[in-house]
C-alpha cells in the first residue's frame, strides 16, 4: 500500500489531472443544479478548479446514485410494426468508461459493500462497481447526526475506498488501498509520506470511536416476532407521512421498480429506485395490500435495516450517515428506534 | 450472474379457460432453439411474462417440466400487464423470464408419499403442473388425492383435462362446484367441506395446498382434525414482485424472500412469518 | 421570565389536559420536542399524562391538518368498511392551528374530509414559522449543535461559536408574506389573537418570476426542480393530498414518468401545484419538508395569485361557501377564448 | 392519447424545418365543437390537416393530466373547444372549465411554456365556419412558435417527434 502527502494544492492538481481524461463527481457545492447535469442531483461533473475541499458531514445525497442510477435501463425495444425486432428485448450496451467519486465519505463508501451484499449477482449493480473509482475523506470528526460507530463503521474506516484521504494538521495523507487507485495515482509526481505522517494516522485512527459491537449482537439475538409486535410502531407509524425522503437519501436502501416507458415506438425498460414507504410498493393487483397502513409500512423500513437484513447478511442495513435524521420531516430518528428496540421486551 | 433479459417467445395457442372470458391459458413457444433447450424448471415454480411497452408480471409455470417443447401458463385478466396480454394474438412475440423460485418439493419430501393436492379457483395452476409430473412419474409416488373447487362449473379450468384424469383410475380425483348447476352432476359444496370427506390419512403423506386465501383458512382445521400437521401442508405464497430474483426487495414477509424463499413454503415456516402476505 | 413560546406551551399542555381530562375529546394533534435543533415531532397525545410532552415553537413548520383525517379515523370504534355508522356522536379530536393550518381545516371540511363537529381547533396565532434551511445557510460550513429562541431573536450555538440571528430575519417566505396569522376557525383560544398583517404585496416572489422573459422562466423552473429526487415528501405533507391513488401512482394511463427525468419530474411538480389551486393555504409545508430544498411553493403562489385576481378568493377563508373550483359565475372572465377572428374575445 | 405508442405520422425532425408541420391535439366536446368540426367538414370548410381529435363528452371532462400528457408526448399545440357558456349539454360543465383552463395556462406560461401552445375556444354544432376558422388561426399561432421542446418526453436522446 502506499500512502502520499498532498497539499491542497498537489490534492486539487491530482483530481484537475483526473477530470482531463476521466469522469470525475463531487459533491455539489450549490444546490441548485442544470436540468442537463450528467449526474444525480447533489453531486456535479468536476471542470474547472474549484477546490476538492471537506464541508461538514456527509454529502447532501449518497453515493448510491452512480452505482444504481436512479433510472438504468435494463432493456431497450421497439414496438414499431415494421420492425422484424418487434418487442424484442435487447440489453443496452454496458457502459465500461471508467468514473471517480472524489470526497465520498467512509459511511457511504461502505454502503457500497453492505448493498454488495443483497447486489452480488446482479449484471449492472456489478458492472457500475468496477468502472467506479472512490476516491474518499475519512472523517477526523463525527458530527451530531452521524452515527457509524454505533452500526459497525469508523470515521476514519477505509471499507470500500479506493484512495482514502485523511487531513493532517492542514495537509493531506492519502492512502491508496486497491489496483484501482494506484492506477490513478501511477504516474502522478507524489510525495511519499514520512513516518510522522504515518504515525499521526494511526494515532488517529486508534482514537477513533470503535465498534460498539454489543449492541449488534444485541439487536441480532432479539426474537424477530416480539421486535415486530413492539409498541413502538403505532406511534411512529402515527407521525410517519410515508415520504420517501429517507429511503432515496438513504444509501443503503436499494429497492428498486421496474417500469416500462414508450416513445413513439421506441421503449425502454428501467429500474428505477422505489420506496417501501410509499402504498404502491406492496399493493397486489386485486387490491389487497399487506402494508396497508402507514404503521406498517414505517415498522418494515426499520426492521428490513435493523433486524431482516441482518437476519440474512450479517451487518445492519446501515451506515450511520445520519441523513435520514436530518432529512425526516418529521423528526423520525433511527437512533431512538434502535435504542428503543433495545428495551422492547 | 442474474440476467433480466427475458427469453423471446411466440404465442402458440390461446385457450379461452372459464365461462367469463377472465382466465386465458397462453402456450408459449421458444423463439431460440438453445433456450428452449436450456429451460429446466420444477412444478410451483413461476416465471416473469414480459410485455414491451406494458411490463412485467409473475406468473405460476402450468405446465410441467415434462410437457416438453412450450410452456403453459394461465393468466386471470386483472391488471395492467394482464389485460394486454389478453389482448394479444396467435403468433405475436413475448418474453419470458426464469424460472424463479423454489417449487414444490418433488424429489426430496414427495418422494414416495402419498399426495394430496387441494386446490381452489384459479389457484390450482402450478398445481396442474405437479400433477402432470406426478403422473409421468406414478411409480414414485403413493396414493394421490386432487380436490379441486371453483364457483360453477363454467369457472372450472382444465376440464378436459379433468375428464382424462378422472378415467386413468390412478388417483382420487374430486371436482366441486360451490352450487348447484345445471347440467352439473358432480360433486356440489366448499374445498374445505369437500376436504374434510375425501382427505386421507397424514400418515406417509404430504399435502399441497393452493387457493384464495379464505379457503386456506377453512381447509386447515378439518385436516388438523384427521391428524394433519402443519409441516406436512405445503402452501404458495404471492406477493407484489420486480425483479424476481431476490434483489429489489417488493415480496419481503419479514426477512424471507417470496421470490427467492419461496413461493412454497410448508405451513410451518409461514407461522413464523409475520402476516404481510 | 418565560418567552412567549414558553407561555404559548405551559397553556398548550394546560387546556390539552383539560380537554382530554374531561373527555371532551380523545386525541390532541400537537408537537413535541425534537431530537435535532430546530426539529420537533408531529404527536398524538392520548392522556391526560402526556401532555406535558406537548411543545410550541418557531420551529413548528409541518401542517398538523395533515393527520386530521387520518386520527379521526383512529379514534372511532373499529368497524367493518360495510358496517354502518355508529349511533351518536364520535369522539372529537382537538388540533393546534395557526392562520393556514385553520384555513386547511376548512377546506377539508368543504370537501368532506372532515366533520367540523367532531373538531376542536386549538388556535393559536402564527408569528411566522423559522426556516431551518435559512439558519443553516445563515452558518454554511458550521455545524449547528443547539438553538435557542427567545422572543425576538435566536440564539444559534455550535461547538466553537455562539451567535444571536434576529427570529424575523430566519422566517420562512410563506410566513414574511401572510396577512391572515390568526386562525379562522377557534374552538380554543391559545395566547392572544393577532391581526391581519398589512402585506404591500403578498405575490412579491411570483411577480418578480412574471417579470423575467419566458426564456429566463424556463431556465428558472428547469433548474430549480431539477435536483428533485421525487421522494414525494411535499405531496405528502400537503393536507390537500389525500386521494388514495395519486396520479402519479396509475399505470394505466401513466401521466408521469417514475424516475428521475426532468421532464416527468416537472410534470410531476405542475400537475401537483395545480391540483391544489383553490384550495392551497400557503402553508409552505411543501417548501420546509423538501430534503433538497426546492422551491416548490412557487407554483402554488402563483396559483393562489391568479385565483385571486380572477375569482377574488383565497382558499379557506370562506368556511359556508364554495371552493372556487367547484363553482362558477356566469360571468367569469374569458379573456384567453380563442375566436375565429383570431382575437381574444374580451370579457362578457 | 395516452397511448404513447402511436406510431402513425412518423416524422422525424428535432429542429424546425421548412416542411414541418406543427401537430396539434383538439379535445372537442362531444356536443358541440366536434359536431361543428364535423359541419365544417360536411360543408367542405377548407382547414389545416394538423389538428389530431380526440373526442370528450365535456370540455369540462378535459383534466390537466390529459393536456400535460399530450404535451409530454410531442404535441406542438393543444386545442380545448366546447359549448359556449350556457350551452353546456351538462348544463354548466364548461362554466367549470372556464374556471379551471386559464390558471393551467397561466402557470404553463409561468414556467416558460410558450404562450399560444395551449387555446381554448367554444364552437358550437352550426360554426362550421368559425370551427375551420378557428383550426386555422391556432395552427398559425403554433406554426410560428415552431417545434415544442419543452416539457416534451425523450428517452435515450430520442424525442417524440
Known sequence: MKVFRLSQTELDNMVQQWSQNRRVYRPAADRQQSAHADCAPGWERVAGSAPLTMAVGPPKTSVKTFLFPQPETMQTFSLKSSDPDKALMKEPEKLTEKQIVAGLRPCDARSVMLNNLPYREDPFYQANLARTVMVGFTCSAMCATCFCDQVGGSPMGTEGLDIAISQIDGSFVAEVLTPAGEELTAGLDLAPADDTDINALAARRAASPQVDSAKLAALKGRDLNRLYEAPLWKPLGESCINCGACTFNCPTCYCFDVQDEVVRGYGRRIRYWDSCMFPLYSLHTSGHNPRGRKMQRTRNRFMHKLKYFPDRYGPFSCVGCGRCVQDCPVNIDIREVMSDLLTVE | MISYLPYPVRIDDIVVETEDGNLKTFKLVFENETQKKAWKHVPGQFAMLSLAGQGEIPIGIASSPTEEGHLLFTVNRAGKVTTALHQMHTGERMGVRGPLGNGFPIDTDMKGKNIVIIAGGFAVTTLRATLIYLLEHRQDYGKITFIYGARTPGMLLYRDEMKQWAARGDLDLHVTVDREAPGWDGLVGFVPTIAGQVAPSPENSVALICGPPIMIKFTMPPLEKIGWTDDLVYLSLENRMKCGEGVCCHCNVGPTLVCKDGPVFTRTQVRKLPVEY | ?348 | MTNQTNETSETNQTSQTSNWEPKIIAFLCNWCSYAGADLAGVSRFQYPPNIRIVRVPCSGRVSENMIMSALKSGADGILISGCHPGDCHYINGNLFARRRFPLLSNLLDFVGIEPGRINFSWVSASEGEQFADIVKTVTEKVKALGPATRLVKKIDGRQAA
Request: glycine share 6%; net charge neutral.
Open chain 3, 1 to 348: 421570565m418565560p418567552t412567549i413560546n414558553e407561555k404559548l406551551t405551559e397553556e398548550i399542555r394546560a387546556k390539552a389536559k383539560a380537554l382530554l381530562a374531561e373527555g371532551t375529546v380523545a386525541a390532541v394533534i400537537g408537537y413535541a420536542r425534537g431530537s435535532l435543533p430546530m426539529t420537533v415531532k408531529p404527536t398524538v397525545v392520548r392522556t391526560a399524562d402526556d401532555c406535558g410532552k406537548l411543545v410550541w415553537n418557531s420551529f413548528c413548520v409541518l401542517n398538523l391538518a395533515n393527520y386530521l383525517p387520518e386520527v379521526l379515523k383512529s379514534v372511532e370504534p373499529p368497524r367493518g368498511p360495510r358496517d354502518p355508522k355508529p349511533e351518536g356522536p364520535l369522539p372529537k379530536v382537538a388540533v393546534l392551528a395557526t392562520g393556514c393550518w385553520s384555513r386547511n381545516i376548512v377546506v377539508q371540511t368543504q370537501e368532506h374530509q372532515v366533520d367540523r363537529d367532531r373538531v376542536m381547533v386549538m388556535g393559536v396565532a402564527s408569528r411566522g414559522m423559522v426556516s431551518r434551511r435559512k439558519v443553516e445557510a445563515n452558518f454554511a460550513g458550521r455545524e449547528i449543535l443547539a438553538v435557542e429562541e427567545l422572543d425576538h431573536d435566536l440564539v444559534v450555538k455550535g461547538a466553537d461559536f455562539e451567535e444571536k440571528i434576529n427570529r424575523w430575519s430566519m422566517v420562512r417566505d410563506n410566513c414574511h408574506t401572510c396577512t391572515h396569522p390568526d386562525p379562522v376557525l377557534v374552538d380554543v383560544r391559545i395566547g392572544e389573537p393577532a391581526s391581519e398583517r398589512k402585506n404591500p404585496n403578498p405575490f412579491q416572489q411570483v411577480d418578480d418570476i412574471e417579470k423575467k422573459s419566458n426564456d429566463e422562466r424556463w431556465a428558472w423552473f428547469t433548474s430549480e426542480f431539477a435536483t428533485c429526487i421525487r421522494c414525494y415528501a411535499c405531496r405528502n405533507a400537503c393536507p390537500l393530498c389525500y386521494c388514495p391513488t395519486c396520479f402519479v401512482d396509475d399505470a394505466k394511463p401513466q401521466w408521469v414518468g417514475k424516475s428521475l427525468d426532468a421532464v416527468d419530474t416537472g410534470l410531476f411538480h405542475l400537475l401537483r401545484a395545480y391540483h391544489c389551486a383553490g384550495r392551497c393555504t400557503d402553508c409552505g409545508a411543501c417548501e420546509s419538508v423538501c430534503p433538497m430544498g426546492i422551491n416548490m411553493r412557487m407554483l402554488t403562489k402563483k396559483l393562489n395569485k391568479d385565483v385571486l385576481d380572477l375569482y377574488g378568493m383565497e382558499a379557506g377563508m370562506q368556511p359556508g361557501s364554495p371552493l372556487p373550483l367547484t363553482t362558477y359565475a356566469t360571468n367569469d372572465p374569458q379573456k384567453f377564448i380563442v375566436t375565429e377572428a383570431g382575437a381574444v374575445k374580451e370579457g362578457e
